[in-house]
């Protein structure tokens, strides 16, 4: 009983992801004040253009991602590691090639 007990104590892969936590719980805590900016500035466009800046709101779903994949982590809902380390590519070719035909659609109408 006592050598399963250390065998399960000892398995790297664990250690390992005790490493990636503490990593993402730095970077939620790094990122939180940059999040806390970007509210504070797109609400200065809205104040004074009444429209979202969507550059902005483009970054902003990037971190609201981060986020959730970092907290899913952290809270052991998943085991798959949240940015640079997710594997998203064939998603982000999907949108890409939506993009570009919906930007190929626009120029043949005009």
Known sequence: M?????????KSSKWIRFIFMVLYAFALNFVLPICIGLAFIQFLF???TSKVNLS??????????????????????T????????????EE????????????SKQETD
């Open 2 to 10: 006592e050598n399963i007990n250390k065998d399960e104590i000892l």
């Open 56 to 77: 902005i709101a483009k970054v902003n779903s990037y971190v609201i991602e981060f986020f959730e994949d970092s907290l899913s982590f952290l809270l052991f809902q």
């Open 79 to 90: 085991e798959e590691k949240p940015f640079p380390f997710k594997n998203n590519s064939a």
């Open 46 to 48: 809205v104040l004074f």
């Open 93 to 104: 070719v999907v949108i890409e090639a939506e993009e570009i035909e919906d930007s190929s």
